[in-house]
């Protein structure tokens, strides 16, 4: 059974800085393409960023490019996302997944969600 446990989320004002971490139990991150997701109440989760599963090649959209970074340490086996210039607009519930596809098409792989991080940012 896989388990997925987000981390790192909280308040912080605009312009902060935040680093959220994802572990997994059952999951093997050096096989997978990762990625974060984020929801925000009455809408869709949305594809922040992903990773391939060597780490190098990376995908951001646009509305974070720029101001966040995405990482992962297979042998740690977590996964990063630096937040930094962060706005009100990215308050939201912060998820990490396995992916397939990529991009804005990438979706989760065959595991279950884990809890999320919230993340809150104060204008």
């Known amino acids: 059974q896989v388990q997925v446990v987000e981390s790192g989320g909280g308040l912080v004002q605009a312009g902060g800085s935040l680093r959220l971490s994802c572990t997994a139990s059952g999951l093997t991150f050096a096989d997978y393409a990762m990625g974060w997701f984020r929801q925000v109440p009455g809408k869709e989760r949305e594809v922040v960023s992903c990773?391939?599963?060597?780490?190098?090649?990376?995908y951001y959209a646009d509305s974070v490019k720029g101001r966040f970074t995405i990482s992962k340490d297979n042998a740690k086996n977590t996964l990063y996302l630096q937040m930094n210039s962060l706005k009100p607009e990215d308050t939201a519930m912060y998820y990490c997944?396995?992916?397939?596809?990529?991009?804005?098409?990438?979706?989760?792989?065959?595991?279950?969600w884990g809890q999320g991080t919230p993340v809150t940012v104060s204008s």
């Open positions: 997944a396995a992916i397939t596809g990529w991009g804005m098409r990438a979706t989760k792989f065959r595991h279950p």
């Open positions: 990773i391939n599963w060597d780490g190098i090649s990376t």
